[in-house]
């Protein structure tokens, strides 16, 4: 009987899923900006490359606390908990970025329901 490498957590896993959404997540970013400005941008952020950590830190987050038990929970459950700890890490990285480097990476000041901008 094989192994199925999806089984579990180990931090090889992790670690692989935050390098990927770093990668893809930056890449998405730079597309989108493409498509909706015309104009192409770096997204980088403090880490130099093709890399947005943000992301990252999102699906590792994602990966580490909705991987167990994912089989019993619904859809909408999941959606639910992914939206809530996706924004839960923007939130705090935006004020770790705020206090730590006195940078602004990102404002949400003129969307409606923001909290703190």
Same mark, same amino acid.
């Given at each position: 009987?094989?192994?199925?490498?999806?089984?579990?957590?180990?931090?090889?896993?992790?670690?692989?899923?935050?390098?990927?959404?770093?990668?893809?997540?930056?890449?998405?970013?730079?597309?989108?900006?493409?498509?909706?400005?015309?104009?192409?941008?770096?997204?980088?952020?403090?880490?130099?490359?093709?890399?947005?950590?943000?992301?990252?830190?999102?699906? /590792?987050? @994602?990966?580490?606390? +909705?991987?167990?038990?994912? &089989?019993?929970?619904?859809?909408? $459950?999941? #959606?639910?908990? /992914?939206? @809530?700890?996706?924004? +839960?890490?923007?939130?705090? &990285?935006?004020?770790?970025?705020? $206090?730590? #480097?006195?940078?602004?990476?990102?404002?949400?000041?003129?969307?409606?329901?923001?909290?703190?901008?």
């Amino acid at each position: 009987m094989r192994k199925k490498f999806t089984k579990g957590v180990s931090f090889k896993k992790v670690f692989s899923v935050f390098v990927i959404g770093c990668v893809f997540g930056s890449i998405y970013e730079r597309l989108l900006h493409l498509t909706l400005h015309h104009k192409y941008e770096s997204r980088d952020t403090l880490i130099y490359g093709p890399f947005n950590k943000v992301y990252g830190l999102g699906a /590792a987050a @994602l990966v580490l606390c +909705l991987g167990k038990e994912n &089989e019993k929970r619904s859809f909408f $459950k999941t #959606f639910f908990y /992914a939206s @809530l700890i996706g924004g +839960l890490v923007e939130y705090l &990285e935006g004020i770790k970025l705020d $206090k730590i #480097f006195n940078v602004e990476f990102w404002n949400y000041d003129h969307k409606t329901l923001n909290i703190d901008g």
